[in-house]
Structures are given as structure tokens and as C-alpha cells.
């Protein structure tokens, strides 16, 4: 289908928001926003985690908060690199495994991440004898938080761009595969939903349920089903990877799509059986603040 007559001057640009990867850079070092994103994500998602376990009923002690943010981080840095190689550009890392490395240049999976993050509780949760889905319960209730920053970084790179539209808050992003039509800022649309609208639904159901706490699963379902079904939803306005071009995942249904399908399956099975798994909160060693 060809393109409708655009006139570009009429929207946003890029270049006019000033904005840059770097924040600013000394050397050889250089501070990015993308870094600061994770780092951000994981120091908010650790102190509010915290605030978590202050309500009765909490599924761990501080100790054992303080030791998962170090197999979160690894988690999500090693989980979303590997997910990235192996759901998004196989061959090219393939080709030039030494890229591999290259952490910079960007490439992460949040498929990947969340992958890694689950076996990450699963071990932890084994090695110090909690529950599983209680634990993920709580750290599904401050995920989106990185989620929100991560977008917010994807649009400050300039990267992940949507699909060419004429809405009227569409932006040129810079470069030939993004310009010089307007497109869709779909790296906002998932910080607002996977971010901000996801939050406030699981914590509404946190703070103001007397039973989602309660019931092992249910809010990491309601984080899977959220997610997956955001998720899906913005992958019609965002531009296919370019490495798809041509492809099924580029012309029936994206690769987000296809890995968003056994999240949102997961997710329903676990709200779903979430009533049947109610359990009597048993205190947590070292956590006074357990009903």
C-alpha cells in the first residue's frame, strides 16, 4: 500500500527535543541514559520492594531482598542480552560473535530478562526455602518501574521507533530507516502502558485488596496478562526490527507478539487458579513485620 503525501514540517522532530543517548562523557567513559534506566529501574524496584514487605503477610525478610537485587541484576542484564541474540538477530551475532559484548551499542530482550528473572526467583526461592510465587507476586509488583525507564530510554535513543502515521503527536525520528515521514512514538505508548498503567494496577490490587497478597500467583499473573496483552497491543503501532523486513515477523505477527502469547496464557492460568492456592501466611524468619 503506498504511502499517503506527508508533509514532515508539520510534526514534531527529533533533533528538536535536544535529546542525546549520552548524558555526558569523560574519555573514554561515557554515561548513558540507557544505563541509567537500568540502574534507576533496579534502585527504585529494590527500595520500593522494601516498602512492600512493611505490610503484614510479606513472603520475605530484608535479608533476603537485599541478596536477590544482585541475582536480579545479573538476571535482567545477562537474560535481556541472550534473549535479545536468540529471539531478535541470531545470524548476525553468529557472524560477529565478538558483538556479542558489545552492551553499548544496545540489544536487549525484555523476554529474555523476564526469563532470567524468573529462574533467578525459582533458585533463590529453592536456596532459602520461600515461596516462589509469593515472592514473585511482590517483585512482579515493582517490575514495572524499570519497564517505565526503559522505554523512556528506548525514545531518548532515538530507537524502536512506530510505524509511519499522521496523528497528530507523531515525531520524525533521525537516520534513513526512521525518517523522513512522521511515525508512531510507540516507546512512549509502552512506558505509559507497561509502565505507568500496569503499576497502578498492581498496586491498586496490593494496597487495596485484602486478598490479592494473599493468593500465590495472582498478581505476577495480573503482570504477565498486563504485559503480555499491552505489549501485543502496541506492536501494531510499532515498526517490525529491520532485520525482519520481508519476514512472517514482519508482515502477520511480530516477534514481541509471538513471545507475548505464552505470557499471556501463563498469566491467565495463574489468576486464575490463584483462589484454589490461598495459604495461611506463615511468618518469615528475621521479618517483624509478618501478620
Known amino acids: 500500500m503506498p504511502l499517503p503525501q506527508i508533509d514532515p514540517s508539520h510534526y514534531i522532530h527529533f533533533t528538536d527535543l535536544h535529546l542525546h543517548p549520552e548524558i555526558f562523557s569523560i574519555g573514554f567513559f561515557a554515561l548513558r541514559w ?29 535479608r533476603h531482598v537485599d541478596d536477590f537485587v544482585f541475582w536480579a541484576t545479573l538476571a535482567v542484564i545477562l537474560g535481556g542480552r541472550v534473549g535479545y541474540i536468540l529471539f531478535y538477530n541470531f545470524a548476525e551475532y553468529a557472524a560477529h560473535p565478538a558483538d556479542i559484548f558489545k552492551l553499548w551499542e544496545g540489544g536487549m530482550s525484555f523476554h529474555g530478562a523476564m526469563l532470567a528473572v524468573a529462574l533467578a526467583i525459582t533458585a533463590f526461592c529453592r536456596k532459602n526455602g520461600l515461596s516462589i510465587l509469593r515472592f514473585g507476586d511482590y517483585i512482579a509488583v515493582v517490575a514495572p518501574i524499570g519497564l517505565f525507564f526503559g522505554r523512556l530510554a528506548n525514545f531518548v535513543n532515538g530507537e524502536l521507533w512506530g510505524k509511519v502515521t499522521t496523528v497528530p503527536w507523531a515525531i520524525v525520528f533521525p537516520g534513513p530507516e526512521a525518517g523522513p515521514l512522521p511515525r508512531h512514538p510507540s516507546q512512549l505508548y509502552e512506558a505509559g502502558l507497561e509502565g505507568i498503567v500496569l503499576f497502578a494496577i498492581l498496586n491498586l490490587m496490593f494496597w487495596r485488596s485484602k486478598t490479592a497478597r494473599y493468593r500465590p500467583g495472582l498478581l505476577a499473573g495480573t503482570f504477565l496478562t498486563g504485559y503480555g496483552a499491552f505489549r501485543f497491543f502496541v506492536e501494531f503501532f510499532r515498526e517490525p526490527d529491520q532485520q525482519f523486513a520481508g519476514t512472517f515477523f514482519a508482515t502477520t505477527l511480530h516477534m514481541g507478539q509471538l513471545l507475548d502469547l505464552p505470557m499471556l496464557i501463563f498469566g491467565l492460568y495463574l489468576i486464575a487458579t490463584a483462589k484454589g492456592r490461598r495459604v495461611r501466611v506463615e511468618p518469615v524468619a528475621g521479618n517483624d513485620s509478618v501478620a
Open 34 to 62: 540507557y544505563s541509567l534506566a537500568y540502574i534507576t529501574g533496579i534502585i527504585a524496584g529494590w527500595w520500593y520492594v522494601l516498602k512492600l514487605i512493611d505490610r503484614p503477610g510479606a513472603p520475605m525478610a530484608r
